[in-house]
């Protein structure tokens, strides 16, 4: 199980991004990330990777420090090196007996041409191969079904549950909300630099109500006025 412990982060002085955020992700489960644009979804997958250091708060994994060593992160905007093919960037990959062709033709990518050349989908479909290939124990996923197709997006939503099954934990955000409740076991609601609401599967829908309720009657009164 992974525990946030009053995890803090700002990026200056001035706002926190993470407020003593307090979280425990549970393996065998899928969780998924909700929150408005700029609520801090990124940044909290970043710090729970070590790519930011928190300022106060404690990350664990089954009660020892997490390391990025446990972690796969599939990041949302993936960056490759120039003049590489995918089957090279596969291989440069660390880890396991994982047979790039067996894998690949799940997606039928052309593993010889350039990354710089694959479209946007493609890429992420490489980088989710690059992801599996590394096994790690804890999956952290943003905004993964972005930019694939209906297929890929299909194939990656039972992976994805197949992993889980595994014993895999798994964190991923999405902006569209269905995507999330498809495939995730429990929903964490992030909002003013903290979970505030969180919710299993039988429950789903009342959390998409309130979610959708709370937009709602922001929004409605303003939109009146301007076109009214
Ligand atoms: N490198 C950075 N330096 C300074 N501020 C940043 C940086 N990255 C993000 N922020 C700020 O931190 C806040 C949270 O951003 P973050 O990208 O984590 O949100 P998000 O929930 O992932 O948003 P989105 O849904 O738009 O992807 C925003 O106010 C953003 O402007």
């Given at each position: 199980m992974i525990s946030v412990k009053d995890l803090c982060f700002a990026?200056?002085?001035?706002?926190?991004?993470?407020?003593?955020l307090n979280l425990e992700l549970k393996e065998n489960q899928i969780h998924g990330i909700v929150g408005l644009n700029g609520a801090g979804k990124t940044t909290f997958l970043h710090t729970l990777f070590g790519l930011n250091k928190p300022l106060e708060g404690k990350l664990l994994f089954n009660g020892e420090p997490l390391t990025k060593k446990q972690i796969a992160y599939l990041v949302t905007e993936n960056y490759f090196y120039a003049n590489i093919t995918a089957r090279e960037y596969l291989e440069l990959v660390k880890n396991t007996d994982f047979n790039i062709e067996e894998w690949n033709a799940l997606f039928g990518l052309p593993l010889d041409d350039l990354i710089e050349n694959y479209s946007t989908g493609m890429k992420k479909k490489i980088a989710f191969l690059a992801m599996l290939k590394q096994d790690k124990a804890i999956m952290i996923l943003d905004e993964p079904f972005n930019g694939l197709d209906l297929e890929s997006s299909r194939i990656i939503r039972s992976l994805l549950l197949k992993l889980k099954e595994k014993g895999k934990t798994i964190l991923l955000t999405s902006h569209v909300l269905e995507t999330l409740t498809n495939v995730c076991d429990k929903l964490h609601h992030l909002e003013n630099g903290q979970i505030n609401y969180s919710c299993e599967k039988e429950d789903f829908d009342v959390f998409e109500q309130k979610i959708y309720q709370t937009i709602e009657k922001r929004n409605q009164q303003k939109i009146e006025e301007l076109l009214d």
């Amino acid at each position: 199980m992974i525990s946030v412990k009053d995890l803090c982060f700002a990026y200056s002085s001035d706002k926190l991004i993470l407020d003593h955020l307090n979280l425990e992700l549970k393996e065998n489960q899928i969780h998924g990330i909700v929150g408005l644009n700029g609520a801090g979804k990124t940044t909290f997958l970043h710090t729970l990777f070590g790519l930011n250091k928190p300022l106060e708060g404690k990350l664990l994994f089954n009660g020892e420090p997490l390391t990025k060593k446990q972690i796969a992160y599939l990041v949302t905007e993936n960056y490759f090196y120039a003049n590489i093919t995918a089957r090279e960037y596969l291989e440069l990959v660390k880890n396991t007996d994982f047979n790039i062709e067996e894998w690949n033709a799940l997606f039928g990518l052309p593993l010889d041409d350039l990354i710089e050349n694959y479209s946007t989908g493609m890429k992420k479909k490489i980088a989710f191969l690059a992801m599996l290939k590394q096994d790690k124990a804890i999956m952290i996923l943003d905004e993964p079904f972005n930019g694939l197709d209906l297929e890929s997006s299909r194939i990656i939503r039972s992976l994805l549950l197949k992993l889980k099954e595994k014993g895999k934990t798994i964190l991923l955000t999405s902006h569209v909300l269905e995507t999330l409740t498809n495939v995730c076991d429990k929903l964490h609601h992030l909002e003013n630099g903290q979970i505030n609401y969180s919710c299993e599967k039988e429950d789903f829908d009342v959390f998409e109500q309130k979610i959708y309720q709370t937009i709602e009657k922001r929004n409605q009164q303003k939109i009146e006025e301007l076109l009214d």
